[in-house]
């Protein structure tokens, strides 16, 4: 009973780690890509087209067949050599025009990387077939036979609207390939999705968490990143372990490159985008006067965003983001009860800062040691530096008694009504915090690294490269990030009161 348990779960995993189910979702969002075929693939596919349509035993006369080659940006052709064989063999040469019987055969249309095979009349207005008046050939009924790698179910549900072809938008952080083009049929999917993954990324990080500092609640802000930093560093070290590879491409396409390079199970992006929403309304229920369903629904449609975001992306399976969504829930289970714990440790504790600084420095030196090295290594330092520093900034607040929280007899607290002088002191804030902390950021990153560099005699012409070297990353990632964190919670606050922006 056991085992056939177990059996089935693994067949369930299995089945929810297939990424022909993330080429199947982002084929209904609209996503399609430019992939190329081998020439092994290219003929298997001819020959189909061939014996379908009955033509296979036309010979002596040239057709023509293209072949999406567009891996990247480039497009390849195909000239059919006279037929001499019962298989019709065909060798790729390069690009010939003709006709035959008044209708031009295509193996492979633009939207090439689909699964099973067939043929289909294609109007002379697809996208990435040349006018038959240009190629000397009327066509059948001003139509051509293409034979596509699609099956009969996807042929039918193909929309013929428009399509924008575009390019992963930022490249891969770790070789710098920039991804090859895919095709955008839903403009609205894409910038949504596009939205949802950037709730993960560095910049939402450097600029959500200073806010809800500066302008809502400091005491909820260094319990949020308390977890933040947590699931995070569990996440990044349980890659590592697991060494999961990203889906494969084809058949999904790969709308994000930056990430590419790293192991898949469990999606961070998903343990962070359950995490962050989810605290926030563990921690400012109760605090904050607000309807509880309006807080849960709000944290609901934030983590459905940034999990649903990460298929359509191409960055995961169903399964990885699955399993992040609940990898994420167990954590904030455990580590729950245990917060109000550690805000006091560090707040109260004498030796917290020594503790702080050697724990998170510990934690990114095991980090490193699990797998070789790649950018997910600089992420968890960045994480561990920023938890550090606003750990830090939060002791020497409480020593000096700066930013204290508010008496327990003023809770809860009444949101501020919304005016004009409201948005545009909180803007003020924003803009001038964010750029004293990308300045501090541009700063601390122009001395560290060479100066590792140095200490470690690691060669600094190639920074890319230096930073490859755990002796370059680690320190320049905590340190930069630590100070950065520092700076949000304790300096800039200052520069505020100093200002009178607080």
Not at 211 to 216: E, G, L, R, S
Request: proline letters at 5%; aromatic letters at 10%.
């Amino acid at each position: 009973m056991a085992h056939n348990i177990i059996t089935q779960i693994g067949q369930l995993c299995n089945y929810l780690q297939d990424p022909i189910h993330v080429a199947r979702f982002q084929q209904i969002c609209g996503v399609s890509g430019t992939f190329s075929r081998n020439p092994a693939e290219t003929k298997e596919v001819e020959r189909a087209c061939l014996h379908n349509n009955s033509i296979s035993d036309l010979q002596g006369e040239n057709e023509k067949c293209t072949v999406n080659g567009g891996e990247g940006e480039k497009t390849k052709s195909l000239r059919q050599r006279k037929v001499t064989s019962p298989e019709n063999s065909l060798k790729q040469e390069g690009v010939v025009n003709a006709s035959q019987n008044g209708s031009v055969v295509t193996p492979a249309g633009k939207t090439a990387g689909h699964i099973g095979s067939g043929c289909r009349l294609a109007r002379s207005s697809d996208v990435g077939v040349r006018d038959l008046k240009e190629n000397g050939s009327s066509g059948v009924n001003g139509s051509r036979v293409e034979c596509t790698s699609e099956t009969p179910d996807e042929r039918l549900s193909e929309d013929p609207g428009p399509k924008t072809t575009v390019k992963p938008l930022r490249k891969n952080s770790l070789t710098g390939d920039v991804g090859q083009e895919f095709l955008i049929e839903n403009k609205f999917l894409y910038y949504l999705f596009t939205l949802g993954t950037e709730l993960g990324n560095e910049l939402f990080y450097i600029t959500f968490f200073p806010f809800i500092i500066w302008n809502v609640d400091a005491y909820v802000s260094r319990r949020l990143i308390a977890i933040w930093v947590w699931v995070m560093y569990l996440g990044q070290s349980t890659k590592d372990v697991i060494r999961s590879s990203r889906p494969a491409s084809p058949p999904v396409v790969k709308v994000e490159m930056f990430y590419n390079s790293e192991y898949s199970m469990p999606s961070t992006h998903a343990m962070s985008g359950t995490a962050i929403p989810f605290s926030l309304l563990l921690l400012t229920y109760g605090r904050w006067e607000y309807p509880f369903m309006f807080g849960f629904t709000l944290a609901m449609c934030w983590c459905v965003l940034v999990c649903i975001s990460r298929i359509y992306m191409g960055m995961h399976s169903i399964l990885d983001v699955i399993a992040g969504f609940l990898y994420s829930l167990l954590i904030l289970v455990v580590f729950r009860p245990a917060l109000d714990l550690i805000d006091n440790f560090n707040l109260t504790y004498r030796y917290a800062p020594l503790i702080i600084i050697s724990l998170h420095l510990g934690m990114g030196l095991f980090s490193f040691t699990l797998d070789t090295w790649s950018t997910s290594r600089g992420d968890t330092a960045q994480i561990l530096g920023t938890g550090a520093g606003v750990a830090l900034a939060s002791h020497l607040n409480h020593y000096l008694g700066l930013m204290p929280d508010p008496p327990l007899d003023q809770l809860p607290l009444t949101p501020p009504a919304l005016s004009a002088t409201l948005l545009a002191v909180a803007m003020l804030r924003m803009c001038l915090g964010v750029l004293v902390l990308l300045a501090i950021r541009a700063l601390m990153k122009a001395i560290t690294i060479p100066l590792a560099c140095r200490i470690f005699g690691i060669p600094s012409g190639d920074v890319r490269k230096a930073r490859q070297h755990m002796e370059v990353e680690l320190p320049y990632r905590y340190i930069v990030y630590s100070m950065v964190g520092f700076s949000t919670l304790f300096l800039v606050p200052q520069l505020f009161t100093y200002l009178q922006l607080s």
